[in-house]
T-cell receptor, first 114, second 114 residues
Framework: DQQVKQNSPSLSVQEGRISILNCDYT??????FLWYKKYPAEGPTFLIS?????DKNEDGRFTVFLNKSAKHLSLHIVPSQPGDSAVYFC?????????????FGKGTKLTVNP | DVKVTQSSRYLVKRTGEKVFLECVQD?????MFWYRQDPGLGLRLIYF???????EKGDIPEGYSVSREKKERFSLILESASTNQTSMYLC?????????????FGPGTRLLVL
């Protein structure tokens, strides 16, 4: 049973516009959420995170929103740049006896067109 | 900066061979993880370790074993490689603490089993 779901395998946007990547989770015990970015043939790199005590966290062009009642989070990238083209993974932790384990979604491939 | 290195970027092995994948981190992290990434399946946890000589199974441990003799090094072993173990293998580490911590990933090893 998938606990973290990214229902859009791919997303294509124009340079300069907003990219919105979505993630849903099923386990209400998750209390920390992260987004990772992955280029081909490289390891994922941490992008931004949010604790369940917040509903928004911003870092430059990247903002993560958390809606606990809907068990939904989203990553907004504004403005989108061609270098943002990558696979984005949503991850969650806190459900299974310790904060160390992360549960990942399947990823969304973002393509930003010049 | 945290650095996680993996012994090989690309590896080609034959069915039935014993395969060792090595991971080293230089930030004195307690936690280390092995994942595999496959198209459409995201990142799946194989094994993780909270401390030297300690290991716990992840979601897909079958066909794999691990070794952690030193804090900085975490090895993944394929006892008898099979073609369905062809994948991208990612190692990660994180510090243990009361605050939520981010996992830092290595560059990955792309393994092809013929």
């Amino acid at each position: 049973d998938q606990q973290v779901k990214q229902n859009s395998p791919s997303l294509s946007v124009q340079e300069g516009r907003i990219s919105i990547l979505n993630c849903d989770y099923t386990n209400s015990m998750f209390d920390y959420f992260l987004w990772y970015k992955k280029y081909p043939a490289e390891g994922p790199t941490f992008l931004i995170s949010i604790s369940s005590i917040k509903d928004k966290n911003e870092d430059g062009r990247f903002t993560v929103f958390l809606n606990k009642s809907a068990k939904h989070l989203s990553l907004h990238i504004v403005p989108s740049q061609p270098g943002d083209s990558a696979v984005y993974f949503c991850a969650a932790s806190g459900a299974q006896g310790g904060s160390e384990k992360l549960v990942f979604g399947k990823g969304t491939k973002l393509t930003v067109n010049p | 900066d945290v650095k996680v290195t993996q012994s090989s970027r690309y590896l080609v092995k034959r069915t039935g061979e014993k395969v060792f994948l090595e991971c080293v981190q230089d930030m004195d992290h307690e936690n280390m993880f092995w994942y595999r990434q496959d198209p459409g399946l995201g990142l799946r946890l194989i094994y993780f370790s909270y401390d030297v000589k300690m290991k716990e199974k992840g979601d897909i441990p079958e066909g794999y074993s691990v070794s952690r003799e030193k804090k900085e090094r975490f090895s993944l072993i394929l006892e008898s490689a099979s073609t369905n173990q062809t994948s991208m293998y990612l190692c990660a580490s994180s510090p243990r603490g009361q605050l939520k911590e981010t996992q830092y990933f290595g560059p990955g090893t792309r393994l092809l089993v013929l």
